[in-house]
């Protein structure tokens, strides 16, 4: 009789414990996502003037 109780309680804590499984929901957001891009260039600006430094500061350039 003690084994059938025993077997009765863990059949009785499994399924409770079953019940309170966390639910996962993956949903899509109701607004956009937005990147803003503010990005500030001034690499192409600095490659131009120092391009031009060489080209005075070459030896071509008559300049020393």
Known sequence: MNIKRTTLVI???SLLV???TPKVQV???EKPITINLNVKIEHEIRIKVEK???DVLSEDSGLF
């Open 11 to 13: 059949f009785a804590v």
């Open 27 to 29: 949903t899509a957001p």
């Open 18 to 20: 079953g019940g309170c």
């Open 52 to 54: 031009e430094l060489e």
